[in-house]
Antibody, heavy 120, light 110 residues
Framework: EVQLVQSGAEVKKPGESLKISCKGS????????IGWVRQMPGKGVEWMGIIFPGDSDTRYSPSFKGQVTISADKSITTAYLHWSSLKASDTAMYFCATSYGGPNRGFDYWGQGTLVTVSS | QSALTQPPSVSGSPGQSVTISCTGT?????????VSWYQQPPGTAPKLMIYEVTNRPSGVPDRFSGSKSGNTASLTISGLQAEDVADYYCSSYTSSSTWVFGGGTKLTVL
């Protein structure tokens, strides 16, 4: 069974760094794209970027390029989303998701979400 | 790249049909048959309902169907049920080798 399990909720201050994680299991982690989606409070979902763990090919939405870093450690089948300096506007729910059915499908398996709260 | 355009809300009575539109550009919806639709009930992660414009993943009822014409894709839900209440999002592959979501549509069953 394909599963994506995300790290727990975080409360951080502006300017702090943060890395949240998404552990994949039940499938060949290196063979399928895995990505991140942001959902700000009361708002719609936004596509942030994706990574192919097999070769670390990474693509970012123009809106998020330079704002976050997506990475993956295939030895522990885990993808990451990293901020070097958080802003209050980064407060949101973040979902990881994978294109297990193939790259043309979009995201067919999702993690449970990680709530990030940035507040002074 | 801008978000795809969806109506903020749609509604229908049980048993009726509703259609949600998703308008993009020639750089996304109009150029690729990689359009997906997601259902997100409150407090949950999105769920894939339609992929590659018209295809349903296993387990999705055939009441859900997708189509596309030019730069606009559509999701039709027939035989509306109370359990269909959710936010619905379209998504398309783009010429930048990335994906983009629509702004979302809130479905109300009257």
């Amino acid at each position: 069974e394909v599963q994506l399990v995300q790290s727990g909720a975080e409360v951080k201050k502006p300017g702090e760094s943060l890395k949240i994680s998404c552990k994949g299991s039940g499938y060949s982690f290196t063979s399928y794209w895995i990505g991140w989606v942001r959902q700000m409070p009361g708002k719609g979902v936004e596509w942030m970027g994706i990574i192919f763990p097999g070769d670390s090919d990474t693509r970012y939405s123009p809106s998020f390029k330079g704002q976050v870093t997506i990475s993956a450690d295939k030895s522990i089948t885990t993808a990451y989303l990293h901020w070097s300096s958080l802003k209050a506007s980064d407060t949101a729910m973040y979902f990881c998701a994978t294109s297990y059915g193939g790259p043309n499908r979009g995201f067919d398996y999702w993690g449970q979400g990680t709530l990030v709260t940035v507040s002074s | 790249q801008s978000a795809l355009t969806q109506p903020p809300s749609v509604s229908g009575s049980p048993g009726q049909s509703v259609t949600i539109s998703c308008t993009g550009t020639s750089s996304d919806v109009g150029s690729y048959n990689r359009v997906s639709w997601y259902q997100q009930p409150p407090g949950t992660a999105p769920k894939l309902m339609i992929y590659e414009v018209t295809n349903r993943p296993s387990g999705v009822p055939d009441r859900f169907s997708g189509s596309k014409s030019g730069n606009t894709a559509s999701l039709t839900i027939s035989g509306l049920q109370a359990e269909d209440v959710a936010d619905y999002y379209c998504s398309s592959y783009t010429s930048s080798s990335t994906w983009v979501f629509g702004g979302g549509t809130k479905l109300t069953v009257l």
